[in-house]
């Protein structure tokens, strides 16, 4: 998986709220803009038709009262009633002044007033926001000493109207804010039901064993069916490549091993009824090669089988390791006779068991096998080899070690060792340098911790093999 | 005795029969499925040596219709399929012994003889070793043709081994045979039959192997 895939993977929800969620923010705003925008025209228009009544009645009576002002009785009632300043001036003919507030903000420039047509603007005056109006209009009252246009301006402070708008943004905002909130829950709820099934899929495969590979079959909703069937797909795919390795394998096995069987049962036969000196030690070496031979063979499968390719067929079940040690250790018996080795077998289990949990018996048999030849094979005639396993203790698995007084392996070469094909004795032409690989495959497949260290007093060389508890 | 190999590697099956001639054993050879069978039906063996891949007809096909038949026959699988399912299912269908390809001629014939050893009964009941002879009807010992007194304990250690030879045998397999159970005490025992019999044969050019931590081998 690249860096890529799993940032995909890990935000699928994230991805998914923020679809639902941007737009749904998007439109809130619009909403709230629209709203905003409704309620002050609303608002202005209200107010408007007010300054208009007020303008009409003010003028009347500035003209009727010959350029008196507004009672204070009257202005207060006013003020109680809008809840606002009110400012007004009236100007007869010429700009005469007649009554007012004479610092009232004036018309913008450029407008013309039409008779009887209120104009309505936005203005600044002590402070305050102030929306104003401006209307003439004609008087011909022969009551009145005023004859012609007259000009009233009428202002009044935003106060509540603003309060208006505010309270009705804040309302609003607040129901917007609540429905948003319900509805990213309600999303993060319908996503995690939506990737649930992803989910379920996910754990199926982790609790998969590694070499199970059967086709996955959950039920999937529509849109993840086509991801489970090419999953499926290629589990089948590496099955079938899985499956040709191991027939691969086996072929190859056949191949090599029945040509090496004849080469080598030939030469030992010649070598039998050999009698001149020097056709003798010519056989010897062909005898000697052949085995070697042989032996990369059987390792090199071998190392195919339980390498991690290979193993994925493999089945893991719990497995005692006490009887199988000793079973190996048997079965070795008489070759180690053959080469003048003592090999014994150490049991201190001590009655604890020495079971573990997901072990392959032929892999173990197979590292274990390995681990005596090798004792035997770079040990001299006389060699003490022995096999010990250590059973299972409080907070560690069983513990499988080989030791032997043979040669040993110096302190600095026990990393190369491991690797495929590292011979350190050229000299010895016994083994072919795969031996401990095998091991160390077969280890790690066990999740066993595979450590080389000194033998008893310091001679020779103690395998040691710790399995997880 | 006589042995029957079936190996369709004619150089093989050559050398493995020179190699057993040897020792003064007639041998068989043939080299396909269908004839291995009809002779396996026909005559009478002591040992069959058994190639599993064969032409006409498989090696474990034959195995099947010698035991399904009864017939009291050894079998010694040889193969070069060496794992581990390929191996249960030679022993599962009734094979003795199982020896992977390539091998060493003086293994297959150790265990050729442990093979015709054990096959004891109604064509011979005498397992010999060295100079040692048990006879497995009248349990009698002889080195040379000189009998050898044995206490029945003595007896039924050495008869344990013989019936094993080249095998180790746990000195709670050996008390097993002895008293029908294995407690501590017994299986401490063993160790005094064992020096005392190794005393009576030491004449017989027979070994009693002790294999560290594992038990007794009988050995020549």
Not at chain 1, 293 to 322: F, M, W
Not at chain 2, 115 to 134: E, H
Request: net charge negative; proline share 3%.
């Amino acid at each position: 998986m690249t860096e890529n895939a799993t940032a995909i993977s890990t935000s699928l929800r994230a991805r998914l709220l923020r679809w639902l969620l941007l737009p749904g923010l998007m439109l809130a705003f619009g909403l709230l803009a629209k709203n905003y925008l409704t309620v002050s025209e609303m608002a202005n228009r209200i107010q408007d038709r007010l300054l208009v009544a007020l303008a009409v009645t003010i003028s009347e009576h500035a003209i009727n009262s010959r350029g008196d002002l507004l009672s204070r009785d009257i202005e207060l009632l006013l003020e109680q009633f809008t809840r606002e300043n009110t400012y007004y001036r009236v100007q007869g003919p010429d700009g005469a002044f007649v009554t007012g507030d004479s610092g009232l903000p004036r018309l913008p420039d450029g407008v013309t007033l039409e008779p009887g047509v209120p104009h309505f603007y936005n203005a600044h005056y002590r402070n305050e926001d102030v929306r104003a109006v401006t209307m003439k209009y004609l008087v011909s009252n022969p009551s009145s000493n005023i004859y012609g246009w007259v000009t009233i301006d009428v202002s009044q402070t935003r106060r509540e109207r603003d309060n208006l708008i505010y309270d009705e943004l804040l309302g609003s905002t607040t129901d917007f804010l609540v429905l948003m909130f319900l509805g990213g829950v309600f999303a993060w709820i319908g996503v995690s039901r939506g990737l649930a099934p992803l989910r379920r899929l996910q754990q199926a495969i982790r609790r998969r064993s590694t070499d199970d590979l059967r086709p996955i079959r959950h039920a999937m909703p529509k849109e993840v069916t086509e991801v489970v069937r090419s999953l499926n797909a290629l589990l089948a795919r590496l099955e079938s490549s899985i499956t040709a390795n191991q027939r691969f394998i086996a072929d190859a096995s056949h191949q090599l091993r029945t040509p090496l069987a004849t080469v080598q049962a030939e030469a030992e036969w010649a070598l039998r009824n050999a009698s001149d000196q020097q056709d003798r030690q010519a056989l010897e070496r062909i005898v000697s090669q052949t085995r070697q031979t042989a032996r990369l063979a059987n390792q090199l499968l071998n190392l195919a089988r339980v390498s991690p390719e290979g193993r994925k067929a493999v089945r893991y079940e719990k497995t005692d390791l006490l009887a199988l040690a000793a079973s190996v250790t048997s079965g070795m018996v008489r070759y180690a006779i053959r080469h003048d080795i003592d090999l014994g077998f150490d049991d201190q289990s001590e009655g604890m068991n020495c079971e573990i949990e997901t072990g392959n018996e032929v892999l173990l048999q197979e590292m274990l096998g390995n681990l005596i030849e090798n004792a035997i094979l770079y040990g001299t005639p006389g060699t003490i080899v022995t096999v010990r396993v250590i059973g299972r203790g409080v907070a560690v698995g069983p513990v499988l070690e080989v030791e032997d007084n043979g040669p040993g392996i110096p302190e600095k070469d026990r990393d190369t060792v491991l690797e495929r094909f590292v011979r350190l004795d050229e000299q010895n032409g016994q083994g072919c340098g795969l031996g401990l690989a095998i091991v160390k495959e077969v280890a790690n497949a066990h999740q066993a911790v595979m450590s080389l260290e000194d033998g008893k007093d310091g001679v020779g060389l103690k395998v040691r093999i710790a399995f997880p508890r | 005795m006589r042995i029957l190999i079936v190996e369709d590697n004619l150089v093989l099956a050559d050398k493995i029969a020179a190699a057993l001639r040897q020792t003064d054993h007639a041998v068989d050879l043939v080299h396909d499925g269908e004839d291995a069978l009809r002779l396996v039906l026909q005559e009478t063996f002591d040992l069959l040596i058994l190639d599993l891949s064969l032409p006409g007809l498989d090696g474990i096909e034959i195995l099947k219709t010698v035991r399904a038949r009864k017939i009291n026959l050894p079998v010694m699988i040889l193969t070069a399929r060496g794992n581990l399912d390929e191996r249960v299912a030679g022993l599962d269908a009734g094979a003795d012994d199982y020896m992977v390809k390539p091998f060493e001629l003086s293994e297959l014939e150790a265990r050729a003889r442990a093979l015709l050893r054990r096959n004891i009964g109604q064509r011979n009941p005498a397992i010999t070793v060295g100079k040692l002879t048990f006879n497995s009807v009248d349990r009698s010992v002889t080195i040379d043709g000189q009998p050898v007194l044995l206490t029945p304990r003595e007896r039924g250690v050495l008869e344990i081994l013989l019936l094993n030879v080249s095998q180790v045998i746990s000195k709670e397999k050996i008390a097993l045979h002895l008293f029908g159970f294995d407690d501590e005490a017994s299986v401490k025992s063993i160790e005094l039959y064992i020096s005392r019999l190794r005393k009576k044969i030491a004449s017989g050019d027979v070994e009693v192997r002790t294999i560290r931590g594992l038990g007794y081998m009988i050995d020549e």
